[in-house]
């Protein structure tokens, strides 16, 4: 069932958009992001995978800070998943 899972319209990706907001916030990019994020939370779960964790908490100062934003915004850390890994490995750049 795990392909279902990463097939569900209502979990929203947001690695870049919380870049856009929190690591370098780009004039130009920032209100697209928020409303991005507002509209996506409204829609449904928002949810990362642990290797965009991993990507995120780099830009914190500490784990439980970015933790604790993420449980703030209400956004879950869920696993990525054997057949969401298995399509990615055949997105060819």
Request: net charge negative; glycine share 6%; aromatic share 8%.
């Amino acid at each position: 069932m795990e392909g279902a899972l990463c097939q569900e319209p209502a979990r929203v990706g947001l690695f870049f958009r919380l870049l856009d907001i929190l690591v370098a916030p780009n004039p130009g990019f920032i209100q697209a992001s928020l409303e991005t994020l507002e509209a996506a939370a409204q829609a449904g779960s928002l949810v990362v995978c642990e290797i965009v964790y991993a990507e995120l908490v780099a830009h914190f100062e500490a784990q439980h800070v970015c933790d604790r934003f993420l449980e703030e915004n209400e956004i879950r850390v869920e696993p990525l998943g054997r057949t969401a890994c298995f399509l990615a490995s055949r997105v060819t750049p």
